[in-house]
């Protein structure tokens, strides 16, 4: 088993950055595949962005160009730099061991206008 913690949520003006960090603890050989994932109350949790141990990554169509998903494998730590951040934006924020289907607490994450 993995566990997942995540931080760097807060509130933020329409524009503004945010950085949410993902760190693993425990069973890091799930963290190979590492993804965001965003939910609003009484929605769908929606995917954001992966990355693959070698550094691939996929964002969803509503934060490309927007959010940088990167890894620092020394510290087992995933980051999401969210950048240009829009009232849209705000969710909870997850991150999720894909291979080990293990997800953290979330964090929250507010844009306003």
């Known amino acids: 088993q993995v566990r997942l913690v995540e931080s760097g949520g807060g509130m933020v003006q329409a524009g503004g950055s945010l950085r949410l960090s993902c760190t693993a603890f425990g069973y890091t050989s799930c963290t190979y595949v590492m993804s965001w994932h965003r939910q609003v109350p009484g929605k769908k949790r929606e995917f954001v962005s992966t990355i693959d141990s070698d550094g691939s990554t996929g964002y969803s169509d509503s934060v490309k160009g927007r959010f940088t998903i990167s890894q620092d494998n020394a510290k087992n730590t995933v980051y999401l730099q969210m950048n240009s951040l829009k009232p849209g934006d705000t969710a909870v924020y997850y991150c999720?061991?894909?291979?080990?289907?293990?997800w953290g607490q979330g964090t929250q994450v507010t844009v306003s206008s």
């Open positions: 999720m061991a894909v291979r080990c289907g293990s």
